[in-house]
């Protein structure tokens, strides 16, 4: 029994090794990544739940151009700060790492559609749009050809403009992972 | 048999065009898109505070040492904690080289222009506010941090003076009002940009 469980193992091992070793160079590469994001906003208790995404092509083994997408779906806290918010962001990332392990650091300006949940008298806040500037750094596994694992941790920051007390921060810091899926443009 | 000659002719001459162009050895006629995130430090009177904002531009170099900016930028800032401020910068600077090196940094310096459109508006009173166009006259200095050769960082540093209509602002009650005459506004504004050459065009 141990015998066959140690061959199955190993059999997995080398199949897995395998596809590492048909990666090539990263440059070609695009990827799409899509989950769910736990945000902490830095001046508020409140914890907005996400759905993002982004895609990512790799102009060179160091470089990729990336464009996100942030859509808030709940909040773990009662009566959280956002009400609404819609991000997207464009920018660009450094890569380090091989073939198989890759950490990069992304600077994404953007722009926000959001409004607080914050209650005041005689005033209700409304949705607009504000600029948004996001920082983040990505580890990723490239385990096999159509597939990497990935984990990110991004810090969004933007203001609602317009409250009764000035403008309110709505900068969050954000994880999420999960699965991505990418092609090769380039051999 | 003399139309297909002339197809040869037209398929060797494209070819030749073409990796002309791929060949190119001088960085004239390079063109890159970027994004950007600029803070303009406004500090009219007493009241303004940073304005923060993103934007977008492309890039055309004309020669070896002289570059140009094409922007818009879209801004927010707050006036004190009663209005706050919305920019909208569209305009051009042109960048010259003092040093013509190939090393990872390459510094310069720019000027241009600029058109604005402003907006202010009252806390919690969106129906109250004013509005503004005017145009502007920029100057600075700059770095490119080359992080590939087709792709650098920029991070830059200029001091923009708008020409337009003079805004009076009172705070208790808010009001806006245009005295009338024309004002002379300036501020420093600061971006960072990341940029990506997606074409040689000669």
């Known amino acids: 029994m141990v015998i066959r469980i140690f061959s199955i193992l190993i059999f997995f091992i080398a199949v897995f090794l395998q596809a590492v070793s048909a990666q090539d160079s990263k440059a070609g590469l695009l990827r799409f990544n899509a989950g769910l994001a736990q945000g902490f906003m830095l001046t508020n208790d409140s914890r907005p739940l996400f759905a993002d995404g982004f895609a990512e092509y790799f102009t060179s083994e160091k470089i990729s151009i990336k464009g996100s997408c942030t859509q808030l779906v709940a909040d773990r806290v009662d009566n959280g700060l956002l009400k609404t918010y819609t991000g997207i962001s464009f920018g660009m990332a450094w890569h380090a790492g091989n073939d198989l392990h890759d950490f990069s650091i992304a600077m994404q300006p953007g722009v926000v559609y959001q409004c607080p949940g914050t209650a005041y008298i005689n005033f209700t806040p409304k949705p607009q749009l504000a600029p948004s500037l996001m920082f983040t750094a990505t580890y990723s596994l490239f385990f096999s050809n159509p597939f990497h694992f990935y984990i990110s941790v991004s810090e969004n920051n933007s203001f609602y403009r317009g409250a009764p007390g000035g403008n309110i921060n709505t900068s969050y810091i954000s994880i999420t992972g999960g699965l991505g899926w990418h092609v090769r443009y380039k051999k | ?202």
């Open chain 2, 1 to 202: 048999m003399k139309p297909l000659r002339i197809s040869l002719l037209l398929f060797i001459l494209s070819t030749a065009a073409v990796s002309a162009q791929t060949d190119s050895l001088t960085p004239a006629g390079q063109m890159s898109v970027g994004v950007r995130s600029s803070w303009g430090l406004v500090y009219e009177h007493n009241w303004n505070r940073a304005a923060f904002g993103s934007g977008g531009q492309f890039r055309l170099r004309f020669s070896d040492r002289v570059n140009s900016d094409w922007f818009i930028d879209y801004l927010q800032g707050d006036l004190g904690d009663f209005a706050k401020r919305t920019d909208v910068h569209i305009g051009w600077s042109v960048l010259y080289y003092p040093f013509q090196n190939k090393k990872k940094l390459q510094p310069y310096i720019l000027a241009g222009h600029c058109f604005e459109l402003l907006r202010i508006s009252e806390n919690t009173n969106d129906e109250n506010f004013v509005t503004r166009k005017s145009a502007s006259v920029q100057a600075g200095a700059g770095v490119h941090l080359h992080l590939t050769p087709k792709s650098d960082v920029s991070f830059v540093a200029q001091y923009m003076i708008h020409f337009g209509t003079n805004i009076d602002v009172a705070e208790n009650p808010v009001t806006f009002s245009k005295p009338g005459g024309i004002a002379l506004q300036d501020h420093i504004l600061l971006h960072v940009s990341l940029n990506y050459q997606i074409a040689d065009l000669w």
